[in-house]
């Protein structure tokens, strides 16, 4: 029998009829402040799903595997089963959010070599900030594991940064999460879109991303429209 699996704050995840694919719904809804924040919003699941589906085909084409097997509808796409790994990998080009407000610092200083962090998925625990040692002692991964995800990290950043310079948006940060195939293999899990990145306009430095909605600056689905027209033109798959 299909049925729902997981019912999170952005999307929901489906059984189907092939116990190895696993169908995504992107919901319209948007929430802040590990949920307290929580709002509808019109068209942002399929604005989210078409983005997302662009990037992963984008990832695959360069030699980046995913779970993503293909949208089937506006808001739905089917994906590999993966063991979700309960870690979020974070990678900072520019000093923004956490950073920026952890630190001290002003938001938008280029970091010359990325900032690499990690927080462990709860939200019980307000996914709280943890090291190498911390998640291997936990039993979370193995250094190897590790060495993989941050392998792929770059890889993505590498191929994301000049991608979204050609769509006059700077990659500021952005947040990843993999899971490991029945053969242990390491894939990428989740999704890509301005719900898990910060994209900022090169030239007026404007948010283009879940930013708007958490310091309330205006509508979030316009914002997310105009990144995907834009990435739409430099995406040639
Ligand atoms: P920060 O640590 O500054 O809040 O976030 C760094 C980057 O990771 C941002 O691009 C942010 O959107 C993403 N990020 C961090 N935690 C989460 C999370 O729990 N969910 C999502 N969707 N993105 C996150």
């Known amino acids: ?101 952890r630190y001290g610092v002003e938001e938008g200083k280029k970091f010359t070599t ?33 060495d993989t995800m941050w392998a792929i990290s770059r890889k993505v950043d590498q191929l994301l940064t000049p991608l979204f310079e050609k769509a006059d948006m700077q990659l500021i940060d952005f947040k990843l999460e993999f899971g490991t195939l029945p053969n242990g293999k390491i894939i990428l899990a989740d999704e890509f879109s301005p719900d898990n990145c910060r994209l900022w306009d090169t030239k007026t430095h404007h948010h283009l991303d879940k930013d708007v909605y958490r310091k309330d600056l205006g509508e979030l689905t316009p914002v997310y429209q105009e990144v995907l027209q834009r990435l739409e033109k430099v995406i040639l798959l």
């Not at 019109?42 to 997302?52: L, M, R």
């Not at 992963?56 to 993503?68: L, P, S, V």
């Not at 506006?74 to 520019?94: C, F, G, P, Q, W």
């Open 114 to 146: 990325p900032v690499e962090e990690m927080c462990l998925k709860s939200d019980e625990l307000d996914d709280p900030a943890i090291n190498a040692s911390q998640a291997i002692a936990l039993g979370i991964v193995t250094q190897a594991q590790l």
């Open 1 to 101: 029998m299909v049925h729902q699996i997981y019912a999170g704050k952005a999307k929901e995840m489906w059984t189907t009829e092939d116990e190895d694919v696993l169908r995504v719904v992107y919901l319209d809804q948007a929430t802040a402040l590990n949920g307290k924040k929580k709002d509808h919003i019109n068209d942002k699941g399929k604005t989210n799903n078409a983005i997302s589906t662009l990037i992963f085909k984008y990832f695959e084409a360069n030699g980046i595997e995913t779970h993503f097997i293909k949208k089937i509808s506006d808001a739905e796409e089917l994906v590999k089963k993966v063991k979700i790994i309960s870690l979020e990998m974070i990678t900072r080009n520019y000093s923004a959010g956490h950073f920026a407000s």
